[in-house]
Structures are given as structure tokens and as C-alpha cells.
């Protein structure tokens, strides 16, 4: 399974806030949406999931529900993220069937062998500096802790598509792609951009520059 490398997050308060920042990340060119919407109800988050779902359609785009598994089935979403504390992978797949992507949250080393135990198919791993978007924030690791973690990954023989999270900037993107990242989840850097179809090029150039990864 072949993942895009620059993943989109979305943000806001509203479903009007949440659907003009995808409408606007589409139109720059996001291919991969993760839909993220805390603290609501599940008949809301299901009806804004399905108009995303038909925007995503438009655009040849890969639409993940975060956290909630009913939601994502029910819309026929092309995957999941989960977080730690969320259902364990094996019941996801179980109840979103066949072919749909698993990704999920790491903090740490442990996390992330946790998750290659449970065979997900790629780690949001973060947060990489301080950022807003999160409520309860892990240490971050900054680039070093990511080469450490991809250097210790290497070794021990697992090829997770390992995705870079947590207030990154554009100058970030090498550093990490060069310490092994697959990837890069992204939200207030594109909502915020005041250019974001240049941006989300320039981020795409950047993360398929590197073409030896074989994870």
C-alpha cells in the first residue's frame, strides 16, 4: 500500500470552520484528509463526514476518520487513525473490514513497536516541537529524537511508514525526511498558509526528493 507522504489534519471549531479548511487544503492540493473534530457528538461528526467524504471523492483524495470507528464505516471512509487510549487495531479492522488503512498515535519508542505489533499501516509520531493544536502534549523529540527512533526502528528490522507530527515548518522537512520519516502529518501550516497551493508543492517536493526509502 502506497501512502501519501503529506497529510493533512483538519481544524476547527465548527463544521463550517472544518469544512472550508478541507475545501481550501483540497484545492492546494492535499491529497490525504484526516478528519479531526474533538468533543463532538457522533451524528454531527457522521454528517460532516459524509459531505468530506464526497469532497475527497472530487478530488482523488484519501479521507481518515480520526478516533471513531462507527463513524468511519458508516461513511465508508478509506481508513482510521486511533490514538492510544482508543480501541485496539485488531477491532477496528474487524469492524471496518478489508482494505481500509490503520494508522495510529506514538509518542515514544515503546509506542511505536506497540504499533508495528498491531500492524498498523503507518505512526502519526510526535509531537516533533510544542504545539496548540493538542490538548495534552508528550515531550517532544525534536530531529534528533527522530533519528534516534528511525535508527533504532532500522535496527530492529521494522519498515513502519513513520510520519512526522507536531508544529512542523516547512524547514523541518528535510532534516526529517533525511532520519528515515516516511511522512508528515500537518494542520495550522496549511489552514494558515497564505499561499497554500505553492506550499503544499513545496512540501511535496521536499518528501518525494528522497527516493532510496524502502519502508
Known amino acids: 500500500m502506497m501512502l501519501n507522504r503529506l497529510q493533512y489534519i483538519s481544524q476547527g471549531n465548527s463544521a463550517a470552520e472544518q469544512l472550508g479548511h478541507i475545501r481550501s487544503a483540497l484545492a492546494a492540493g ?5 478528519l479531526r473534530w474533538k468533543g463532538q457528538q457522533e451524528e454531527a461528526l457522521l454528517q460532516l463526514a459524509l459531505q468530506v467524504k464526497a469532497l475527497c ?13 462507527a463513524v468511519a464505516r458508516v461513511a ?33 519508542l515503546a ?3 506497540q504499533r508495528a505489533t498491531e500492524q498498523c499501516d503507518y505512526v502519526g509520531l510526535g509531537p516533533f516541537r510544542f504545539t496548540t493544536t493538542k490538548e495534552k502534549l508528550s515531550p517532544v ?4 529524537g527522530y533519528r534516534d527512533m528511525m ?31 516516511y511522512g508528515i502529518a ?13 506550499l503544499v508543492q513545496q512540501l511535496n517536493q ?10
Not at 30 to 34: D, H, L, N, T, V
Not at 59 to 68: R, S
Not at 186 to 198: E, K, Y
Open 30 to 34: 492535499c491529497r490525504w484528509i484526516q
Open 57 to 69: 471523492r472530487e478530488h482523488n483524495a484519501v479521507l481518515i476518520i480520526n478516533d471513531h470507528a
Open 76 to 108: 465508508d471512509a478509506d481508513g482510521l487513525h486511533l490514538g492510544l487510549g482508543d480501541m485496539p487495531v485488531a477491532e477496528a479492522r474487524r469492524l471496518l473490514g478489508p482494505g481500509k488503512i490503520i494508522g495510529g498515535t506514538a509518542n515514544t
Open 111 to 113: 509506542d511505536v513497536l
Open 141 to 144: 523529540l525534536g530531529l534528533e
Open 151 to 181: 535508527q533504532a526502528l532500522t535496527t530492529a528490522g521494522i519498515t513502519l511508514p513513520v510520519y512526522a507530527i507536531g508544529g512542523l515548518q516547512t524547514g523541518d522537512v528535510t532534516g526529517l525526511t533525511g532520519a528515515g520519516v
Open 186 to 198: 500537518v494542520s495550522g501550516l496549511i489552514s494558515q498558509a497564505r499561499h497554500a497551493a505553492s
Open 206 to 215: 521536499q518528501l518525494y526528493a528522497s527516493t532510496s526509502y524502502s519502508r
